[in-house]
């Protein structure tokens, strides 16, 4: 079992910046054997969405609508994954959900919300 818990959410005007944090904690063999962690988020009457992901290598993979704005990064020995989020948009109001990926298994977190007013 892994256990995610995210933070870092909040209300900040459109052009404004947030970071978002997720650590990551369970047994050993279930952290060592996460091979990768993203963020996604799901806003009111929409399907939930992948914002980015990253590998424990370190190769990244973002939605072409975060490119340039949004960075994900991670620390192994934090067992944290961040995602620095800048020039926000209004319609980018959502939920945002970690997720672990081991695999055969995938885990989520409970969801930190972002709002972005104009």
């Known amino acids: 079992q892994v256990q995610l818990v995210e933070s870092g959410g909040g209300s900040v005007q459109a052009g404004g910046s947030l970071r978002l944090s997720c650590v990551a904690s369970?047994?050993?063999?279930?952290?060592?054997?996460?091979?990768?962690m993203g963020w996604y988020r799901q806003a009111p009457g929409k399907q939930r969405e992948l914002a980015a992901t990253?590998?424990?290598?370190?190769?990244?993979n973002y939605a072409d609508t975060v490119k340039g704005r949004f960075t994900i990064s991670r620390d192994n020995a934090k067992n944290t994954v961040y995602m620095q989020m800048n020039s926000l948009k209004t319609e980018e109001t959502a939920v945002y959900y970690c997720?672990?990926?081991?695999?055969?298994?995938?885990?989520w977190g409970q969801g930190t919300q972002v709002t972005v007013s104009s």
């Open positions: 990253i590998k424990r290598g370190g190769d990244t």
């Open positions: 997720k672990a990926m081991r695999p055969t298994t995938a885990y």
């Open positions: 369970g047994s050993i063999l279930s952290i060592i054997s996460i091979n990768a």
